[in-house]
């Protein structure tokens, strides 16, 4: 069986700068979304971090290359590296891909905003609506990161996946 990943960008304010190579990405999410993308990024050169909840993900990650739950059939490339501490995930990423559930994603970020630069753009790679506030995913980013900063390179990602 073979999967195939087709990602789409579709910017929301304003085109972003492409990607210079290698360009340091942190993914914030440890589920599907952020393996495969996590899986793009460094097959295309970019060094790139996963921020995870569980250490012992954290640890499978990085031992092994392989996530103990998701796609675990699935090695990530050597050069994805992952962590549970934002202030190590945050220091010093050209973007941040936000692929956390919109449900749980107001939660996610309030825990590491303080750890990420404001000039950072985030790319999010969420999707729906947020049930609580009827909000999308750029909604909450604005709500809970503020309105300064990297808001004018904001990126929706949707990524499609065929099985043959």
Known sequence: MMTTFFIFLFVVFT?????SS????????????????????AANGHPTTILVRDVRIAESINQHNIHPHYM??????????????PKTAFENPSYI????PVQYSRGALEKVVQFMDPDTPILSASK?????????????LKEVRGSSGAW?????????????
């Open 72 to 85: 675990s059939d699935l090695s990530l490339p050597e050069s994805v590296v992952a962590t549970i501490d």
């Open 128 to 140: 729906g609506i947020e049930t609580t506030s009827l909000g999308f995913m750029a909604d909450i």
């Open 15 to 19: 085109t972003v700068n492409p990607l």
């Open 152 to 164: 004018n390179a904001i990126v929706i990602i949707v990524i499609f996946s065929l099985t043959k």
């Open 22 to 41: 290698p360009c340091p990405i942190t993914v914030l999410g440890g589920g599907n979304f952020a393996l495969a993308l996590s899986t793009v990024c």
């Open 97 to 100: 891909i936000h692929a956390v």
